[in-house]
């Protein structure tokens, strides 16, 4: 399996993107603004896109997508979602007003995009690839994701906060071996990431306490304009992780 980096950042300018992974050439993992750095043929290939929630940085490129390429396909894409987010991206954002349902264009029978929900206790299987919501702890429902290749495990946070769950979960897979971890604000704004439901520094430093795997670990979705002084306090409050900035075009295989 390859996880080729979109967009990784908490916000956009100057080359920074919003949350959107390529997992192989078939599957996006959420779909934020980095999805426009893909070619029309690259958009093309996409079959699947695992959602972690609705907040639109995670979510705005998928109209788009789907606008695109929807009848250049010979398929619908499919959209895998807990069900609280499938309810949120179908009352909001693909209900005839802000957006075309396009579950129902061309027509049912044969439309360019569908739903599939996901459930915690029930991977997805993909051509040999497992991909495994994971619990996590947000203002909205959310999910992260475990993508499994069979040889190792690539674990990707979401959007989350303090949260036992997911430690419980990761340091079950006895294969991890990359960890991507959000980490959206400074030390100085703790209180904001605590009523926001992300992480800081101090906090990520608590939370990575819990971890009992051995992995590389990736700090993502960090706010622009923050970005020195949120990966310096890192440094200080987590540096015997090594953990390390993502970066957009960054290529995982394993």
């Given at each position: 399996?390859?996880?080729?980096?979109?967009?990784?950042?908490?916000?956009?300018?100057?080359?920074?993107?919003?949350?959107?992974?390529?997992?192989?050439?078939?599957?996006?993992?959420?779909?934020?603004?980095?999805?426009?750095?893909?070619?029309?043929?690259?958009?093309?290939?996409?079959?699947?896109?695992?959602?972690?929630?609705?907040?639109?940085?995670?979510?705005?490129?998928?109209?788009?997508?789907?606008?695109?390429?929807?009848?250049?396909?010979?398929?619908?894409?499919?959209?895998?979602a807990i069900q609280p987010t499938l309810d949120t991206l179908q009352k909001h954002l693909f209900n005839w007003h802000l957006w075309p349902d396009f579950t129902k264009i061309p027509n049912d029978n044969s439309p360019y995009m569908r739903y599939q929900t996901l459930s915690l206790d029930d991977p997805t299987f993909l051509n040999g690839r497992m991909i495994a919501p994971l619990p996590v702890n947000h203002t909205v429902p959310t999910v992260?994701?475990?993508?499994?290749?069979?040889?190792?495990?690539?674990?990707?946070?979401?959007?989350?906060?303090?949260?036992?769950?997911?430690?419980?979960?990761?340091?079950?897979?006895?294969?991890?071996?990359?960890?991507?971890?959000?980490?959206?604000?400074c030390n100085q704004k703790r209180d904001i990431a605590i009523r926001s439901r992300h992480l800081c520094p101090s906090l990520l430093a608590e939370e990575l306490e819990k971890l009992e795997r051995n992995v590389e670990i990736f700090i993502t979705h960090l706010k622009p304009g923050e970005v020195d002084v949120i990966m310096e306090e890192i440094q200080q409050c987590a540096g015997k992780y090594n953990p390390r900035r993502l970066e957009n075009n960054q290529l995982f295989e394993f």
């Open positions: 399996m390859k996880l080729r980096i979109l967009g990784c950042s908490g916000g956009i300018g100057s080359g920074e993107q919003t949350t959107a992974m390529l997992l192989d050439d078939d599957v996006l993992i959420d779909a934020g603004t980095g999805v426009g750095n893909l070619s029309l043929a690259e958009m093309i290939k996409i079959d699947h896109i695992f959602v972690t929630h609705a907040h639109l940085d995670h979510v705005a490129f998928i109209p788009f997508l789907v606008d695109t390429v929807g009848s250049l396909r010979h398929r619908p894409i499919t959209i895998h992260g994701y475990q993508l499994n290749s069979g040889c190792s495990s690539l674990v990707f946070s979401g959007d989350t906060t303090t949260n036992d769950a997911l430690w419980m979960a990761v340091n079950k897979i006895t294969n991890l071996k990359y960890l991507i971890i959000e980490t959206a604000f």
